[in-house]
Structures are given as C-alpha cells and as structure tokens.
C-alpha cells in the first residue's frame, strides 16, 4: 500500500472544497505558510488540522487495511481497571476470575473485574491462530467478581435440578412408592434461583426434595 501523500491530499481537499491556500488556512486557524508548506511537503500537518480540513470538503480521515476495507478506531465504551482508565490498547482483556486470581495479594487486595495477559508469547499464541479480538469487551450486567461467583453457583444448582429431574421421569424413583409423585405447582419453579436447596411456592404442597 502506497504511503500517505500529504500534498495530494491537501491539494484534492482544496479542489473539493473550493478553496485557495489563504482560505484553507483561516478556515482551520493556521497561517497560509503552513500550507504552502505542506502542500510543498516541506512541513508536516498536524493530524487533527487535516481532519478539519477534510471536514470542510465533506470527507473524513480513515484507517484501512491491505484490502482497503475501511476500520474502525477502538470503542470508548471499552471495559476500565478499577481506577477508570483505560487499558493497554495491543493487550486482550477478559474477567479477573478466568485462570487468573492467584497473585500473592488476592487476599489484601481488592478483586479487579477485568484484568488481562502481559505474557507475549500467550498473546503470541492466540494470534497465530487468529484469536484476536476485534475490540476490547464491554462491561455487561453481571460483570464483578461476586455476581459471577453467584452466576456460577445458580447454573450448577440449576443443573443439579435439572439432573434430578431427568432422574425423576427416567424412573430411577420408582422404588419409594406412589406417595412420592411430584405435584409441585409451575410457580415453584419462578420462585426457586437455583442457588442451593430446592425453594417451593407457599402454596405448594409437595415440597419434594430429591437429591
């Protein structure tokens, strides 16, 4: 791909916009030297007078890539340390409690909800197999390391439930007897989180609890 041609550029912006160097240069604050300049590509242009430039000739600065395809910058919306800054942009973010959390201070200091790996040979790693994130991730409900935990600790009652009712209608209960058929009410079901033992609705009767 060809190096970004600075004259040309400024010269095409002046042709769409139809304005000589001395109009350019009032309309984004510099002197008509600095253009003159540029344009001569003896000087430079800072890249946010270029953008203002392209602006008053309805184009716009964009990265593209070796096919041309046009990319866009990082999102702001991008997942923070606990001190609201950002992180470092070439690294890949992801949730403190995934395969991290073992530092010698985990227990005198507060848990991060994000952290990532400054190893390169792991980035190294994920990159040749085309594991790269686009972007970093963006902070979701749920995201700190107590809700995941809790998350975590529903799922596997929830499977528990769901295991023990496999059971259930496979049969393997059949030895306790008729009396112990289910009759739990739908709404036992909204009521119970799936974060320990099984929890019924007031009005249930039932109340079974097979493990």
Known sequence: ??????????RRIRRTADLSQRELATRIDVSKSAIAAAESGSRSLDLRLLAEAAELAGLHLALVDA?????????????????????????????????WWHHPHRYDRAQPWYTFDRDRRTRDAFRAHGAIPDD???PQPGDSPAERAEARRREYWRGVADERRRRFEAGEFRQLGDWFTCTCPARCEDVDDFSGRPVHADECRCRCDVG
């Open 136 to 138: 970093h991730q963006l």
């Open 1 to 10: 791909m060809a190096a970004f041609d600075l004259t040309g550029a400024l």
């Open 67 to 99: 096919d041309g395809h046009e990319v866009s910058g990082m999102a702001a919306e991008g997942v923070r340390d606990m001190s609201g800054r950002r992180f470092p942009a070439h690294l890949d973010t992801r949730y403190s409690d995934e395969g």
